[in-house]
C-alpha cells in the first residue's frame, strides 16, 4: 500500500482541480446598504447536456478517522460539483489529473486537508475521490447538476494508498 501525503488545501495548489471556496483572502464587495459583504464568484456551475440544470442539495457523510484507505476514484463528466460544510466539519479532499487517455494518472494523485470553513467545486471531469468527512458526521451542500445523462464515473485505482494523519 502506497503512502499519501496529506497536505493542506490552498487555492494555488488545488487550482488544477477546481476552485477553493472560502472567504479568507477572497476578494468582496459591499451589498444591502453595505451590512453585507458578497464574496462573489468563489466557483462556476459548469453544466453540460441537453437538459442539465444546476442543482443545490445537501449530503450528509459518515466520520471517517485517520488511517484512510483510498482505492477508487469518480468524475463528472456533465459538470463540476462542489461540497461546502454547514456544521463545522472538517473533510479530506483527495483528486487526481487525467492521463490522455482521460483515466486518473495515480503518479499525480493527491490528498488534501479542507478546514471546516472551506469548501471545494470540482472541475468537470476532475478525478476525485467520494466525500471523506473527517472525525464526526459532516451535513455539506452540494452543487452540481441534475438531468438525464450518464454523469458518474468511477475507477479502481491499480493499488490501495493510505493516509495517515492529519496536519
Not at 122 to 145: A, K, M, T
Amino acid at each position: 500500500m502506497a503512502l499519501l501525503n496529506l497536505e493542506m488545501l490552498t487555492k494555488e495548489a488545488f487550482a488544477p482541480f477546481g476552485n477553493v471556496i472560502e472567504i479568507t483572502g477572497s476578494d468582496w464587495f459591499p451589498i444591502n446598504n453595505g451590512s453585507t459583504r458578497r464574496y462573489h464568484k468563489l466557483g462556476l456551475v459548469d453544466i453540460c447536456g441537453e437538459d442539465g440544470l444546476p442543482a443545490i442539495s445537501m449530503a450528509r457523510g459518515v466520520a471517517f478517522d485517520f488511517p484512510l484507505s483510498i482505492s477508487m476514484l469518480e468524475r463528472h463528466p456533465l459538470g463540476s460539483q462542489s461540497f461546502i460544510p454547514c456544521n463545522g466539519v472538517s473533510f479530506v479532499v483527495v483528486v487526481a489529473p487525467s492521463l490522455p487517455d482521460g483515466m486518473p494518472d495515480e503518479r499525480g494523485l493527491r490528498a488534501f486537508h479542507a478546514k471546516s470553513d472551506q469548501g471545494v467545486n470540482y472541475f468537470r471531469n476532475c478525478w476525485h475521490h467520494p466525500l471523506i468527512s473527517l472525525q464526526q458526521e459532516g451535513d455539506f451542500i452540494v452543487v452540481d447538476r441534475v438531468g438525464s445523462g450518464h454523469n458518474c464515473d468511477e475507477v479502481m485505482l491499480s493499488q490501495q494508498y493510505r493516509i495517515e494523519a492529519s496536519l
